[in-house]
């Protein structure tokens, strides 16, 4: 079963609509949570590291008061597209790394089903 | 800076054939971990395998197999007696321990069509 909820995991939204997307690890403790963004027939591109507690390390590029990202818990992180446009329309994946089994699990990092946002 | 390759864009192969997927990769780090994503139309990426830098054990899973070769910096995928199914975009992916506070960096993407 998933491990990591993501939610929601559809948006459309009017031109200048501040969207939140959360995403929640389910049965473990995740202090770094990862944002990443997929453009249609692309990569998917790190946006952000997400840290309990402290504030999050963007990637070059990446601006911070479009994309606002919280990890107020060890379950949640979530990320606020602020004012919204068309050009912001895209795949967002995160992903959460079990900290608690990083070098001995196969698969550390989980990641969540992504939300597909359109901004009208 | 890390960073993965995936050289093909897209292959297109018939049923039953089998396919390689390629994927060398460029760190600094001694310590890492390389991925193979799969990602349906759907959309969610379903993990398939991670295989550690200290690992070069090649491994097979079903139709799946993986050879790492640390020598030439690749982690190949080959699926063997390809399905239709197996049509999807998949993804190499790299996470650094020490450098890289394991995040994780995707290659391109190759987008494999197999055809009935």
């Known amino acids: 079963g998933a491990v990591v909820s993501q939610h929601p995991s559809r948006v459309i939204c009017k031109s200048g609509t501040s969207v939140k997307i959360e995403c929640r690890s389910l049965d473990f403790q995740a202090t770094t949570m990862f944002w990443y963004r997929q453009f249609p027939k692309q990569s998917l591109m790190l946006m952000a590291t997400s840290n309990e507690g402290s504030k999050a390390t963007y990637e070059q590029g990446v601006e911070k008061d479009k994309f606002l990202i919280n990890h107020a818990s060890l379950t949640l992180s979530t990320l606020t597209v602020t004012s919204a446009h068309p050009e912001d329309s895209s795949f967002y994946i995160c992903s959460a790394r079990n900290a608690e089994n990083t070098l001995v699990s196969n698969q550390p990092q989980h990641f969540g089903d992504g939300t597909r946002l359109s901004i009208l | 800076a890390q960073k993965v390759t995936q050289a093909q864009t897209e292959i297109s192969v018939v049923e039953k054939e089998d396919v390689t997927l390629d994927c060398v990769y460029e760190t600094r780090d001694t310590t890492y971990y390389l991925f193979w994503y799969k990602q349906p139309p759907s959309g969610e990426l379903v993990f398939l395998i991670r295989?550690?830098?200290?690992?070069?054990q090649n491994e097979i899973s079903g139709r799946y197999s993986w050879n790492f070769q640390k020598s030439t910096s690749s982690f190949n995928f080959t699926i063997t007696a390809s399905q239709v199914v197996d049509s999807a975009v998949y993804f190499c992916a790299l996470s650094e321990a020490r450098t890289g506070g394991f995040k994780t960096i995707f290659g391109a993407g190759t987008r494999l069509f197999v055809k009935a």
């Open positions: 295989r550690n830098s200290f690992d070069e």
